[in-house]
Structure formats: structure tokens, C-alpha cells
């Protein structure tokens, strides 16, 4: 995939920040795809009614653009917490995933088309 001490870095300053406040507590799963989850809503509320020239122009603000990161990088946030708090590996996770997505999705039949799978 890429460094995967680059990953697992992030993944210690995470978990350093949140265990220096103690939030170990307040960390379960649930509690995690609820931030998760919430953190994404934050990010789809900045392209809400935007067409797709407005949501692309939208990068070319740098207050915009800045906060478009800000909620990106909320949703990694909780995503690298998540991971670490139950012992996912998110490499071998994307790895196995796309494997999966590689059979429902073959070129020859996806190549070009939004449908799902199951459309195909």
C-alpha cells in the first residue's frame, strides 16, 4: 500500500493525544463510529447544495478549502483511533477490501459506469 510506519505513526500520535486526556473511556466502538460518522456529516455539510462546479470551487477558497481539511482530517482522526483502540489493521483491512471489490467489480464489466455490483 504505502509506508506502513508512516500509518502506524500517526496512529501512536493519536493514540498519545487521546491517552494523555484520558479518553480511553469514552472510546468504545460504538462511541467511535458515532465520531466517525459525525466528522463525515461535518465534511458532506460543506459541498450541501453545491452543484459540482460549486463543490469544485470550493478548493480554490483557502478558507474553504481549509476547512474542507479540517473535517478531512477529523474523519482520519477517528478512523486511525478506531483502528487502534480495537487492533484493526487498516493496510491488511483496504488490502483484503479491495481484493473483494476487484471480483464485484472486474474492468471488463465496471470500466466506465457508476452501477453497483449487482448491476453489472
Known sequence: MG??????RLEAIVTRFC?????????????????????????????????DEQSMALFND?????EIEEELADVFF??????????????SALMAKMMKNAEKYP?????????KYDQL
Do not use: Y
Open 78 to 91: 477517528f478512523l486511525l483511533r478506531f483502528a487502534s483502540r480495537h487492533q484493526i489493521n487498516l493496510e
Open 3 to 8: 509506508n506502513v510506519g508512516e500509518l502506524k
Open 19 to 51: 491517552e494523555e486526556r484520558d479518553w480511553d473511556q469514552f472510546h468504545g466502538p460504538k462511541d467511535m463510529a458515532i465520531g466517525l460518522i459525525t466528522e463525515a456529516s461535518e465534511l458532506l455539510e460543506k459541498f450541501r447544495f453545491q452543484n
Open 62 to 66: 483557502s478558507k474553504s478549502r481549509l
Open 107 to 115: 474492468v471488463e464489466k465496471a470500466r466506465g459506469s457508476n452501477r
